[in-house]
């Protein structure tokens, strides 16, 4: 009995050191596939002098580092460049760049090497669907991940906001309604149309023009479709930075989380309803974490 115990208790003993082994490995995985880089997502709007510096501050720009504008959701490229140019220029003397990606030069090495290296990529509003079907299935899609676990910023207003998620909002309802409204005017299931974003937020759905738009009804739309997601919405003026699960908020106005969706059910005429859910706001300062 006494040889039985100890062959139990030193099987014991390697199970023990073989779970304590596993978890050292996960964590060491966790921390190398971790981003080294920050988001900044700015809500859409004007930007203060004050919050484009906030931006220069966070991408944390040395002497030999550059920026570039990916300009691919806007109608207007080069206006939107020269825009964003003036305002980052006042801020910071380091070169800014102007990659207009096509399909044509999505496999241009000399492009994407440029864009992986630099510090701070800024994403420029328009239309995020636009930008996606540029970007998406390309190496541009893996440059701007590997800047960005590199530790570069990653930055983005309006469109440029919408496409950091894994699920991103077009803007369209779906059901019944082909007219594009700038706040939903309906709260039912399968309303909501997401595309694929750029997947640098994966547990968080970004909105954009919060409150200027009142758009709490598409949010509450995209949190019915992803109840396990954390949905922020991110007024004009103001911005998010995000460096792991950390996220600050900076500007004029306010930031919303609506997470965690209790008894979430659809009736039978499709409506969306709920018991209760985690409704937050957030002004300048502030600090929270998501998923």
Do not use: W
Not at 120 to 131: A, C, M, N, V, Y
């Amino acid at each position: 009995m006494m040889v039985l115990n100890i062959l139990e208790k030193a099987r014991l003993k390697q199970v023990f050191v073989f779970a304590l082994m596993l978890c050292s490995y996960s964590s060491i995985a966790q921390q190398k596939t971790s981003p080294k880089g920050s988001l900044f997502i700015i809500g859409g709007g004007s930007r203060s002098p004050e919050l484009v510096q906030k931006l220069i501050k966070t991408a944390n720009l040395g002497p030999k580092d550059y920026m570039i504008v990916l300009p691919m959701s806007s109608g207007d490229p080069i206006g939107s460049f020269n825009a964003i140019k003036e305002e980052l220029s006042a801020q910071a003397a380091n070169s800014i760049g102007y990659l207009n990606f096509t399909a044509e030069s999505a496999g241009n090495k000399q492009l994407l090497d440029s864009l992986s290296g630099a510090k701070l990529i800024f994403i420029t509003g328009g239309d995020q669907s636009r930008f996606m079907k540029v970007v998406l299935n390309t190496p541009i899609y893996k440059a701007i991940h590997q800047a960005y676990n590199n530790g570069a910023t990653v930055a983005g207003t309006s469109a440029g906001a919408a496409v950091m998620s894994k699920y991103m909002i077009t803007g369209n309802q779906l059901a019944g309604d082909t007219i594009y409204r700038e706040t939903f005017n309906k709260l039912v299931d399968k309303n909501i149309e997401f595309e694929q974003g750029l997947g640098l937020l994966n547990s968080v759905i970004i909105d954009q023009h919060f409150i200027k738009r009142s758009r709490f009804n598409r949010l509450l739309s995209a949190l019915a479709a992803h109840p396990t997601f954390d949905c922020v919405g991110i007024d004009e003026g103001t911005a998010i930075i995000v460096q792991g699960k950390k996220i600050e908020v900076a500007g004029v106005s306010q930031v919303l989380r609506i997470a965690d969706p209790k008894n979430l059910k659809t009736t039978k005429t499709g409506h969306i309803k709920m018991e209760s859910l985690r409704f937050n706001m957030f002004t300048e300062g502030d600090v929270f974490y998501v998923k």
